[in-house]
């Protein structure tokens, strides 16, 4: 076992060399599978287990059907159709009754590979065809006295391509069975320490393998996946810590000691309203986070409207109490204009100078602006990423607030924290919560701070999935809404990869919208327009001047027009729902009943009626986003795919496994309380439960790292 990570293992044989596989398979393997080791085909796990216990008999099929195996003989085979409507269809008996099987494609090679009346075994999903059942590409094998119904079976996922070269699941089956009877399998490397091991009481590597292809029971087999999830995520979570407590020694941060005028004189005198309990906590964690020494990487998480702006402002003022300047970086003019004018309000109150700068600022007025912030005579500075150009030098910037953090790559940041020698403490802001596991996961470092509460007073927002079919009914509600003196949003997504035709969309509806409404002002604002002619649209709605508007997504984020009750997203079934739970935070700000509409097509498939049915369902924006979550999985989220950490989890589901992320979590911190050296450090404080490791222990974990990540970015560099 000594230097075991240095010399070639079982594990990382060629996968040619293996018994049945040879050359031309290991190409097939390579190509199509990407197995290449011995190692990738024992982690290449069936997506689905089957009961092989029994053969089932035709006539017992009813209702819906799982997988399942008969035995029998095909009676005959006929070609029918021609062209793409081709098939072909064997009449198949077991005696019991008989079925069809049908092939929509690989008709030549099937037709020459099947004969009538020879015994078969037949394994597939029996489905009810204009009341006669059928079973479409089934696995079909000669059946062998010799191998009797077994338990259960793993099914590998294969593609059309290896199917059609011959490469079927028994195939793949036998590949696997004879790596699993090799002297070499039985002493693989275990990749989990001992202690982690008998502490979680997981089966050893190669019994969770055996487990993993060939199911014992299905209590085993959930052991075995537990600990293959558990080992994924541990080495995940592992990773992560290491790279952050190296930054948090590294990175020393500004410490605001104080709580001073600035704070005080607001709080007590010029706030508006009272604080939720949710803002005020929040705000003592930022708080407490800024007086440690070490730099605050804080999520701002909370619900569109919970009142993240007035945390992100008082938090400023701790900032400038300590002689510090301040930043909040919006994603776009519109709402930089708005959050300019929202916090040189409140900011004027106490004689704080507050500035805008974004993309459209003149160079005058830049210029000025750029000399206000080398002196320290502006305090807080607002603006889109045109914060971010090199030009743009702080006297000393103490706060960086980010809003809407999905919109920002996370290398932007990090080219924010090189303006100063130490950078300043960093907030995020979003509406777009995810859950905290995963949160810790995708962003490292990052700590979390969640607004689970909205301001007193808020109506529910009424809404309503709809189709073309209800056009008038919904035509004569945003008539009375418009009689009432109130306003419309009507959102189109952006449909089409090219940017004509998706203006040309958002015309038509333009136009429609003209003839359904004659002689009402509407305004019209898209992302490709001038940001002056977007500023005139969009300020006309603002004041009240036009009553409807019509737009693409570029009204998302954070417009605050309280007169808006009506928020029509037409093919709603084309957005994310965290993209609708935003767009339906548009209205419902003042304080008259609102809607949300949302037009779909008539016939909707079973994925998008629950996406949609959860919008009308609840408008708890974390539920939604869980939800959202599930059914998408996290490789979609928003915000994974700029952050530049590429989850190549094969097993693991950071959606759904967040017991076992949070288990890999803990031991992860374990370890490292144990094993400062891991991470680099030379002693840690004692912990209760610190897991010390032994020299195999370790040997263990620097393999399975370097293996894992060494050839990856570096992502803690940039969280
Ligand atoms: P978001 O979290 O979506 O950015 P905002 O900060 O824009 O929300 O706040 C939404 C609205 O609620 C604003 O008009 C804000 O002034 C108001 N608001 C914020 N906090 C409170 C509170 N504690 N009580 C009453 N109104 C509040
Ligand atoms: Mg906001």
């Known amino acids: 076992m000594k230097n075991s ?46 009961d092989r216990s029994r053969f089932y008999q035709i006539r ?27 098939r072909y269809r064997g009449t198949f008996t077991d005696g019991s009754m ?57 099914v590998y996922s294969l593609t059309d391509q290896t199917r059609r070269r011959g490469f079927g699941q028994r195939m793949i089956q036998k590949a696997v069975g004879n790596l699993l ?63 952050s407590r190296r930054r948090s020694h590294t990175l020393r941060g500004h410490v605001f000691e104080k709580i001073g005028d600035y704070f005080n004189r607001y709080y007590s005198e010029c706030i508006p309203f009272e604080l939720t309990g949710a803002q005020k906590r929040v705000l003592k964690e930022i708080r407490a986070d800024m007086k440690t020494g070490r730099q605050m990487n804080r999520l701002l998480q909370g619900d569109v409207g919970s009142g993240k702006t007035m945390v992100a402002f008082m938090s400023m003022l701790m900032s400038a109490d300590n002689g510090f300047q301040s930043c909040l970086m919006a994603p776009t003019e519109i709402l930089a204009g708005q959050h300019y004018e929202t916090v040189k309000e409140w900011g004027d109150k106490i004689g704080l100078n507050v500035a805008l700068l974004t993309g459209s600022t003149r160079t005058k007025a830049r210029r000025e602006i750029h000399a206000g912030l080398i002196s320290g005579d502006i305090h807080i500075i607002v603006g889109t990423h045109a914060l971010l150009e090199e030009k743009v030098e702080f006297r000393n910037l103490g706060l960086a607030v980010i809003d809407e953090q999905h919109r920002f790559g996370v290398a932007q940041r990090a080219k924010m924290w090189a303006k100063g020698t130490i950078p300043p403490h960093v907030l995020v802001m979003t509406a777009t919560p995810i859950p905290r596991t995963l949160a810790m996961t995708v962003y490292g470092d990052l700590e979390v701070s969640v607004i689970d509460q909205l301001p007193p007073g808020r109506k529910p927002i009424e809404t309503w999935l709809r189709s073309d079919a209800n056009r008038g009914e919904v035509n004569r509600h945003i008539w009375r809404q418009i009689q009432e003196g109130r306003q419309i949003y009507i959102v189109y997504p952006l449909i089409h990869e090219n940017e004509k035709l998706n203006l040309k969309s958002l015309e038509e509806g333009l136009e429609r919208t003209r003839q359904t409404f004659p002689g009402i002002e509407i305004s019209f604002v898209h992302g490709k327009m001038k940001p002056a002619e977007k500023d005139y649209q969009m300020q006309k709605f603002v004041e009240g001047k036009s ?6 997504t570029v009204i998302e984020v954070g417009v605050n027009v309280p007169n808006a009750t009506v928020m029509v997203i037409e093919n709603a079934e084309r957005f994310g729902l965290s993209q609708l739970h935003q767009l339906r935070g548009r209205v419902g700000r003042g304080a008259d009943r609102s809607w949300c509409i949302l037009m779909s097509k008539e016939q909707l498939g079973g994925t998008t009626k629950k996406r949609l049915g959860i919008m009308t369902a609840t408008s708890d924006g974390f539920l939604i986003s869980e939800a959202d979550l599930k059914l998408r999985g996290p490789g979609d989220m928003e915000g994974t795919q700029q952050s530049g950490i590429a989850f190549d989890l094969k097993i693991a589901n950071l959606a759904t496994d967040g017991q076992i ?26 912990r209760d439960n610190a897991v010390r490791l032994d020299l195999a222990g370790l040997n263990i974990l620097a393999c399975e790292l370097k293996r894992r990540f060494d050839k990856k970015v570096d992502w803690s560099q940039i969280s």
Do not use: C
């Open 181 to 243: 009877a090799m002297p070499g399998f039985a002493n693989i490397q275990e990749t989990l320490p001992d202690e982690i091991i008998e502490r979680y009481r997981f089966p050893s590597l190669s019994q969770a393998y055996r487990e993993l292809h060939n199911p014992t029971s299905p209590d085993n087999l959930r052991k075995a996946r537990e600990r293959m999830k558990f080992e994924e995520l541990f080495y995940l979570e592992l990773q992560i810590l290491r790279y």
């Open 5 to 50: 990570g240095m010399r070639s293992r079982f594990e990382d044989t060629d996968i040619k060399f293996l018994k049945g596989v040879g050359e031309t398979r290991a190409k097939l393997f390579a190509s199509e599978l990407n197995i290449l080791t011995f190692r990738d085909l024992l982690n290449y796990f069936p997506f689905r287990y089957v």
């Open 661 to 686: 992320v949070s288990a890999a979590r803990k031991a992860a911190e374990d370890v490292l309380a144990g094993n400062p050296q891991i991470a680099g450090e030379i002693q840690d404080a004692d």
């Open 547 to 552: 009553r409807i508007m019509v737009a693409t």
């Open 60 to 86: 017992e099929f009813q209702g819906e059907m799982p997988l399942l195996q008969i035995r029998g003989h095909f009676i005959n085979f006929t070609t029918e159709g021609e062209g793409k409507a081709k």
């Open 98 to 154: 008989m079925m069809d099987v049908v092939w929509f494609s690989g008709i030549k090679t099937i037709s020459s590979m099947y004969v009538p009346m020879k015994d078969y075994v037949l394994f597939g999903k029996p489905t009810l065809y204009k009341s006669y059942w059928q079973m479409a590409h089934p696995e079909v094998e000669p059946y062998d006295p010799d191998r009797p119904p077994s338990g259960f079976q793993g």
